[in-house]
């Protein structure tokens, strides 16, 4: 069955510290690992990796799969306030049906 | 933009009653999804539909059905609503595998 695993469940920084979330899985030929951002409404799209270890940027975060030890990356540099969000990390694989497996989110809160 | 659209944002129910759910797409995505979104457990897949009148059962279909009778639309119904499925509910389309776009969320109450 597949499996995604993200830590930490739920994290409280200052603003202008830098953040890494963490997202493991478990697929069945891996495809891909998506990150999403949801604050009070829809989730928004924010990386699709598919390659170990090219680092995908914008802005002030970025992200990297490592698809030897089965986890990926997200890194927020000087935070701010509107990065409070639920971070999200889904993984498609090849077989069966074209749906993606999500993790139990991050909630992230940076205070001023 | 993809635009996905939900019928309602707050919805209060009561047990018993049977309740629709509605999706729209506006870029002619094949794929649509339904997802409940509980604290704790992340977003769970109820049902997907990759086809006009294709359906298939997701992580936790019981007490769920759908409807797809046309390529934009997709339907969730809760043929008989109890308070465990008090939940926000998620609805996205994708083409082929790539990213999905979600709709606002409803948040709905059963009491």
């Known amino acids: 069955e597949d499996k995604v695993v993200q830590s930490p469940l739920s994290l409280v920084v200052h603003e202008g510290d830098t953040v890494t979330l963490n997202c493991s899985y478990e697929v069945t030929n891996f495809r891909s690992l998506l990150w999403y951002k949801q604050e009070k409404k829809a989730p928004t799209f924010l990386f699709m990796l598919t390659s170990s270890g090219i680092e995908k940027k914008s802005g002030r975060l970025s992200s990297i799969l490592d698809k030897k030890e089965l986890f990926s990356i997200l890194n927020i540099t000087a935070t701010q306030t509107g990065d409070s969000a639920i971070y999200l990390c889904a993984v498609a694989g090849w077989q069966g049906a074209q749906k993606l497996v999500f993790g139990q989110g991050t909630r992230l809160t940076i205070n001023p | ?111």
């Open chain 2, 1 to 111: 933009d993809v635009k996905v659209t939900q019928s309602s944002r707050y919805l209060v129910k009561r047990t018993g009653e049977k309740v629709f759910l509605e999706c729209v797409q506006d870029m002619d995505h094949e794929n649509m999804f339904w997802y409940r979104q509980d604290p704790g457990l992340g977003l769970r897949l109820i049902y997907f539909s990759y086809d006009v009148k294709m359906k298939e059962k997701g992580d936790i279909p019981e007490g769920y059905s759908v409807s797809r009778e046309k390529k934009e639309r997709f339907s969730l119904i809760l043929e008989s609503a109890s308070t465990n499925q008090t939940s926000m509910y998620l609805c996205a389309s994708s083409i082929g595998r790539d990213e999905q776009y979600f709709g606002p969320g409803t948040r709905l109450t059963v009491t």
